[in-house]
């Protein structure tokens, strides 16, 4: 499985940006995908999941609310809006497929990570 996030850049305070995690392969549709951040210093942490069938998602509490996980896996893709931005959401945000835990060492594959800037 290959992974190509992209959609970062500069997004205001209270403004939006979509992520998008491009997946090739066979498998990339039995699995579940994942998105998780790393600021500048900081671990990789947990973002959101979504199963294989979309119909299991989870959330770090932090965005939940503001961010929603979703996918299409007629074309292969996973998808992250980001609504109501803000600072502390500033990382490089990266996607990976594997069990759909928290633990990123549960995870084979990911994408190169898109950066994120959250600025007015």
């Known amino acids: 499985v290959q992974l190509q996030a992209f959609g970062g850049g500069l997004g205001q305070p209270g403004g939006s940006l979509r992520l998008s995690c491009a997946g090739s392969?066979?498998?990339?549709?039995?699995?579940?995908t994942s998105w998780f951040r790393q600021a500048p210093g900081k671990e990789r942490t947990f973002v959101a999941a979504?199963?294989?069938?979309?119909?299991?998602?989870y959330y770090t509490d932090s965005v939940k609310g503001r961010f929603t996980i979703s996918r299409d896996n007629a074309n292969n893709m996973v998808y992250l809006r980001m609504n109501n931005l803000k600072p502390e959401d500033t990382a490089g945000y990266y996607c990976?497929?594997?069990?759909?835990?928290?633990?990123?060492?549960?995870?084979?594959?990911w994408g190169q990570g898109t950066l994120v800037t959250v600025s007015s």
């Open positions: 392969g066979d498998t990339f549709s039995a699995y579940s």
């Open positions: 979504i199963s294989w069938s979309g119909k299991m998602i």
């Open positions: 990976a497929v594997g069990t759909g835990s928290t633990r990123t060492a549960e995870y084979d594959y």
